[in-house]
């Protein structure tokens, strides 16, 4: 059993900053890809960054610039530095991982369970 809890949401201004985490535990062999997605209301799920195990990552248009993934392969976790952010980055932001549970298996597609962002004044 993998478990991926988020942290960090909240309501900020706009313009403001917040930071997500996201920590897996349970029995983990390794991580590949980590990202985060969001979905606002009435809107479907977007990939919002990605970040695999090398560091590499990817972007959405919409967010280059103004928000950083990074990840601590040591503690399993993921983090999302938002800056400059504005009302449309109001979302629920979802933490998403492969997660390899035993060696020589494929990565299990792994979701938290979502923080709300709320960007308004």
């Known amino acids: 059993q993998v478990q991926l809890v988020e942290s960090g949401g909240g309501l900020v201004q706009p313009g403001g900053s917040l930071r997500l985490s996201c920590a897996a535990s349970g029995s983990i062999v390794s991580i590949r890809a980590m990202g985060w997605y969001r979905q606002a209301p009435g809107a479907q799920r977007e990939l919002v960054a990605s970040?695999?195990?090398?560091?590499?990552?990817n972007y959405a248009e919409s967010v280059k610039g103004r928000f950083t993934i990074s990840r601590d392969n040591a503690k399993n976790t993921v983090y999302l530095q938002m800056n400059s952010l504005e009302p449309e980055d109001t979302a629920v932001y979802y933490c998403?991982?492969?997660?390899?549970?035993?060696?020589?298996?494929?990565?299990?597609?792994?979701w938290g369970q979502g923080t709300l962002v709320t960007v308004s004044s």
């Open positions: 998403n991982a492969g997660v390899v549970v035993r060696w020589g298996t494929n990565a299990l597609d792994v």
């Open positions: 970040i695999i195990t090398n560091g590499r990552t």
